[in-house]
């Protein structure tokens, strides 16, 4: 399906072989045959794909990510679409001015086909309506659900998503698909709806790593930010390592043999392998995280408090309760103990290639009344390290399970390379045969 392979569809326009309008009629199709299960969209309409593809045709062919169908996280502002951050305080409420990610989607060539669900201002308040493609009785993840599950059943071959814990990742490890959190502050949040500014950071997902790297691309962000220059070595030759992370003893029983599943194929690869014991203080990240999340959502949900709280939810009101961890010295040290913690973690990660973590707990809940715990994703966002999602190729697995590869900050670049090789070495399940 065309829905599937960015680099695939990229070379056929190139070429000449298809058009924009004929790879948005592809997605149309499969999004009218599947969407009424899946609910991944919160809003799209056919006639307006159908043109904005044709006015994309009129382009430069060779633009990074041209005719590329994308999905739009629902809490990013569209000019031509509403963007209702699943709140009934903003129903059909139309920004007219696009948020900086989707400008520079438009500016590349991408087609942005329309809004994916998320949990209501990407918080752990209402739940997206969104369900798992492979178990439709289980969640996708949350907060980025519609647009992990619009990729994951073949709608679009891309869909911007945002984490400020785990609503990357996770969701990505739960509908089986490729999910890329860059280095925070490498793209820019500007008219996406803010939660906590110091965690929040938005990614993409993909259904193969070189769709990441060519979303990577289009964001031009080498130019914009001085990356490491270092690129991906042969597996052969890599030195990897294996981080449980502190909250190890929450992992399920088949994440634990995923993860020794992976560390025998690297090795067997020629791959050096070694565990990582994080120091003690790592493991006051998470909490720090929530106390950080918790006093800047305070400030990023002020005017809606003020104006709409009757149509809150009662997860957002609750930030206004003051407990225990809202004193100010609780949050200078969550600062300073995040401060600390990325220097010491991207001083270790530097002596490896990249390092080995859960994705999730475990397989998707049942039910759609929970998201998942981000016990194995918040330290990360914290650290503003990069991570991709990788899914898991273990044949002993029932359902998609994925884990992380992360390394310090701005090694994005090799972090992509190493994806690429692990899908290829079948290490991480390649989802579409013919990439």
């Known amino acids: 399906m065309w829905a599937y392979g960015v680099s695939l569809g990229l070379a056929a326009i190139r070429q000449g072989d298809k058009t924009?309008?004929?790879w948005a009629r592809s997605c149309l199709e499969r999004v009218t045959a599947r969407d009424p299960k899946i609910?991944?969209?919160a809003w799209w309409d056919s006639h307006r794909v159908i043109e904005e593809a044709r006015e994309i045709d009129k382009g430069d062919p060779n633009r990074p990510l041209q005719g590329v169908p994308v999905g739009i996280k629902d809490i990013m502002m569209t000019s031509d679409m509403p963007t209702q951050f699943n709140s009934p305080i903003y129903r059909d409420f139309f920004p007219k001015i696009d948020a900086a990610c989707v400008a520079v989607i438009r500016a590349a060539g991408g087609l942005v086909f329309g809004k994916t669900e998320t949990v209501e201002f990407a918080s752990n308040a209402r739940k997206a309506l969104t369900r798992n493609p492979h178990d439709?009785?289980?969640?996708?993840?949350?907060?980025?659900?519609?647009?992990?599950?619009?990729?994951?059943?073949?709608?679009?071959?891309?869909?911007?998503?945002?984490?400020?814990?785990?609503?990357?990742?996770?969701?990505?490890s739960f509908c089986g698909v490729y999910a890329f959190k860059p280095t925070w502050g490498l793209v820019s949040t500007d008219g996406v709806k803010s939660y906590s500014p110091t965690l929040?950071?938005?990614?993409?997902?993909?259904?193969?790593?070189?769709?990441?790297?060519?979303?990577?691309?289009?964001?031009?962000?080498?130019n914009a930010i001085p990356l490491e220059s270092s690129e991906a070595k042969s597996l052969a030759d890599a030195k990897v390592g294996i981080c449980q992370t502190p909250y190890w003893h929450l992992a399920a029983p088949e994440t634990q043999h995923?993860?020794?599943?992976?560390?025998?194929?690297?090795?067997a690869l020629g791959s050096q392998v070694e565990d990582i014991e994080l120091p003690a203080h790592f493991g006051r990240l998470n909490q720090a995280a929530h106390i950080i999340n918790r006093a800047e959502g305070r400030a990023s949900f002020l005017p809606e408090f003020l104006a709409e709280q009757h149509r809150l939810h009662p997860f957002i009101r609750d930030h206004y309760l003051a407990g225990a961890e809202d004193r100010a010295i609780s949050l200078v040290q969550a600062y300073d103990l995040a401060a600390r913690c990325r220097s010491e973690f991207d001083e270790l990660a530097s002596g490896f290639d990249f390092i080995i973590a859960p994705s999730s707990a475990g397989f998707a809940p049942q039910g759609l009344q929970s998201t998942g715990d981000p016990v194995f994703n918040a330290m990360w966002t914290l650290l503003h390290a990069p991570c991709i999602n990788l899914p898991g190729a273990e044949d002993a697995l029932t359902l998609p399970l994925g884990y992380t590869i992360v390394s310090h900050r701005f090694n994005d670049q090799a972090l992509l390379g190493y994806a690429s090789q692990l899908m290829r070495a079948g290490v991480a399940k390649r989802l579409d045969p013919q990439d």
């Open 136 to 172: 439709l009785s289980r969640t996708p993840g949350g907060s980025s659900s519609g647009s992990a599950a619009a990729v994951a059943d073949g709608h679009v071959p891309v869909a911007l998503g945002t984490q400020t814990a785990g609503s990357i990742i996770r969701p990505a």
């Open 20 to 22: 924009a309008e004929d």
């Open 39 to 41: 609910k991944a969209w």
């Open 258 to 267: 995923l993860l020794a599943g992976v560390r025998r194929r690297l090795q």
């Open 200 to 222: 929040d950071t938005i990614g993409w997902y993909c259904r193969d790593p070189l769709g990441l790297a060519k979303v990577f691309e289009a964001f031009d962000v080498a």
